[in-house]
C-alpha cells in the first residue's frame, strides 16, 4: 500500500526558505518518477515541481522556476523540496506523489498524503 508522509511546512515571512521532506512507503521508490503538488484554498491542486526516477531531470512550474529546487534520495525512499525566496502566493498545502503520467496509469497513487502546510506571511 502506498503511504506518502510530507514533513517541513510551517509559516515564514516572504523571501524566507523552507525544506519540505516526503518519504515514500508501499512501492519501489526508486523505480518512481515524483513530484511535488500544491492546493491553495478555493485553487485546484497543481504541480509544482517534478523529478525523474533517478534524479537527473527535473521541471518545474514556471511560478517556481529559478526558486524551489527538487531533489530526491533513493537510498532514504525521500523527496525533497527546497524553497527560497518564498512569496505570499505560495501559500498552499504542499504533496508529494507519483508524476502525472503515472498518477494516472497506475491506481495505487490515486491516494494522498496528509500534505503540509506552508503559509508565506509577515
Known amino acids: 500500500q502506498v503511504q506518502l508522509v510530507e514533513s517541513g511546512g510551517g509559516l515564514v515571512q516572504p523571501g524566507g526558505s523552507l525544506r519540505l521532506s516526503c518519504a515514500a512507503f508501499?512501492?519501489?521508490?526508486?523505480?518512481?518518477?515524483m513530484s511535488w503538488y500544491r492546493q491553495a484554498p478555493g485553487k485546484e491542486r497543481e504541480m509544482v515541481a517534478g523529478?525523474?526516477?533517478?534524479?537527473?531531470?527535473?521541471n518545474y512550474a514556471d511560478s517556481v522556476k529559478g526558486r524551489f529546487t527538487i531533489s530526491r534520495d533513493n537510498a532514504k525512499n525521500t523527496v525533497y523540496l527546497q524553497m527560497n525566496s518564498l512569496k505570499p502566493e505560495d501559500t498552499a498545502v504542499y504533496y508529494c506523489?507519483?508524476?502525472?503520467?503515472?498518477?494516472?496509469?497506475?491506481?495505487?497513487?490515486?491516494?494522498w498524503g496528509q500534505g503540509t502546510q506552508v503559509t508565506v506571511s509577515s
Open positions: 523529478i525523474n526516477s533517478a534524479g537527473g531531470r527535473t
Open positions: 508501499g512501492f519501489t521508490f526508486s523505480s518512481v518518477g
Open positions: 506523489n507519483a508524476d502525472p503520467r503515472i498518477r494516472t496509469a497506475v491506481s495505487a497513487f490515486d491516494s
